[in-house]
């Protein structure tokens, strides 16, 4: 059973940057699509990012310019560089895995089967 833990959360002034690490035990995610999503209070999770097993990335628009998803399979690891950060980028932000290295179906959350705890980023105005 993989588990994954988020770090690198944190409060930030607006224009700021941030870099969270998802890092996997229990099972490799070398193979696997890897997500990132986000959730504030009293909205839905969205898909901000995905990596599949061989580097591809994807990114929703809210992001797309300003955050870069990585992954270090020796590390057994993914990143997010979230860079000129806005307020209304603050939220809960999770990993996921995915069970196939496929990330078509990315911006489902319900396509995700593993998750980590979260780890939160707040952004001041």
């Known amino acids: 059973q993989v588990q994954l833990v988020e770090s690198g959360g944190g409060s930030v002034q607006a224009g700021g940057s941030l870099r969270l690490s998802c890092r996997a035990s229990?099972?490799?995610?070398?193979?696997?699509?890897m997500g990132w999503f986000r959730q504030a209070p009293g909205k839905e999770r969205e898909g901000i990012s995905a990596?599949?097993?061989?580097?591809?990335?994807w990114y929703a628009a809210s992001v797309k310019g300003r955050f870069t998803i990585s992954r270090d399979n020796a590390e057994n690891a993914v990143y997010l560089q979230a860079n000129t950060l806005k307020p209304e980028d603050a939220a809960m932000y999770y990993c996921a895995a995915h069970n196939t290295y496929n990330c078509w179906d990315w911006l489902d959350p319900k396509s995700f089967p593993y998750w980590g705890q979260g780890t939160q980023v707040t952004v001041s105005s």
């Open positions: 229990g099972g490799t995610i070398s193979r696997n699509c």
């Open positions: 990596i599949n097993s061989i580097g591809t990335t």
